[in-house]
T-cell receptor, first 113, second 115 residues
């Protein structure tokens, strides 16, 4: 699996957009980009995923660069409840090999009033 | 919420004793995972399964074994627990990427203390 690089921590003002970057320069053509977050000691929660195109759902937007070597997760209007550790993961789509799901260190996002 | 249950939720055991943690799913997902989480290390994959009786090692598999005799259950066994295995253990399930609803769902975690 391709490795990902994320900043260790970031701050964001409440109500502003939070933009969390992820570098995955060794990503392969058959690998998806997934984002999860973990709040306190709860189990991680899925946010969004994509392959090539930008994606949006009710939680966030995912912007993937044209060369797919990096991506940005956007929380459009961050709230205090978005304070969490955010993980960017790449995952192959092939059978069996697609199973391995490796988490890096993630970015600790602090949303401040 | 996805149908995934971990048991027990909390356990205290003595060094050298065997311990088995159970993960049960009702989603019929192909993949099941065991992770441990320790301060300063994030989530680390112990073992995962890609089908009944099909398992593979993760990043930190030493001292752990797993079994999956049916789709819905994935067991994690510490043959002889050590204090270094004190941790919070998470189970997760997912289906193949590229399909609908392929995100991983996580259980609530099991806090294991080895004294």
């Amino acid at each position: 699996d391709a490795k990902t690089t994320q900043p260790t921590s970031m701050d964001c003002a409440e109500g502003r957009a939070a933009n969390l970057p992820c570098n995955h320069s060794t990503i392969s053509g058959n690998e998806y980009v997934y984002w999860y977050r973990q709040i306190h000691s709860q189990g991680p929660q899925y946010i969004i995923h994509g392959l090539k195109n930008n994606e949006t759902n009710e939680m966030a937007s995912l912007i993937i660069t044209e060369d797919r070597k990096s991506s940005t997760l956007i929380l459009p209007h961050a709230t205090l409840r978005d304070t969490a550790v955010y993980y960017c993961i790449v995952r192959v789509a092939m059978d069996n090999q697609g199973g391995k799901l490796i988490f890096g260190q993630g970015t600790e996002l602090s949303v401040k009033p | 919420d996805a149908g995934i249950t971990q048991s027990p939720r909390h356990k205290v055991t003595e060094t050298g004793t065997p311990v088995t943690l159970r993960c049960h799913q009702t989603e019929n997902h192909r993949y099941m995972y065991w992770y441990r989480q320790d301060p300063g290390h994030g989530l680390r994959l112990i073992h995962y399964s890609y089908g009944v009786k099909d398992t593979d090692k993760g990043e930190v598999s030493d001292g752990y074994s797993v079994s999956r005799s049916k789709t819905e259950d994935f067991l994690l066994t510490l043959e002889s627990a050590t204090s270094s295995q004190t941790s919070v253990y998470f189970c997760a399930i997912s289906d193949l990427p590229g399909r609908m609803n392929t995100e991983a769902f996580f259980g609530q975690g099991t806090r294991l203390t080895v004294v």
